[in-house]
Nanobody, 115 residues
Framework: QVQLVESGGGLVQPGGSLRLSCAAS????????RGWYRQAPGKQRELVAT???????NYADSVKGRFTISRDNAKSTVYLQMDTLEPEDTAVYYC?????????WGQGTQVTVSS
């Protein structure tokens, strides 16, 4: 059983920063990527950023230059550093673990950007 536990969400003012964490545990094999998605009210879930096992990263155009995805393999944790946050970044953020056997998702953490 694979579990993903996210943390780090909250309320922040425009221009502020937050760092999300996603810790994985359980019997994990065949991993080829990890990433973050988000879903705003009334909208579809969208890709934010991914990082492959080789360390290659990919970002949505809307977050390029503001968000950074990274990982700590020893802690089985992936991070999303979010800087210069905008109200449009308000959403529930989900981490994903991509394996050859399928995707695993976290429960989501709320990020609200508001003054």
């Amino acid at each position: 059983q694979v579990q993903l536990v996210e943390s780090g969400g909250g309320l922040v003012q425009p221009g502020g920063s937050l760092r999300l964490s996603c810790a994985a545990s359980g019997s994990i094999s065949g991993v080829y990527a990890r990433g973050w998605y988000r879903q705003a009210p009334g909208k579809q879930r969208e890709l934010v950023a991914t990082i492959s096992v080789l360390g290659n990263t990919n970002y949505a155009d809307s977050v390029k230059g503001r968000f950074t995805i990274s990982r700590d393999n020893a802690k089985s944790t992936v991070y999303l550093q979010m800087d210069t946050l905008e109200p449009e970044d308000t959403a529930v953020y989900y981490c994903v673990l991509r394996t050859l056997g399928g995707d695993y998702w976290g429960q989501g953490t709320q990020v609200t950007v508001s003054s």
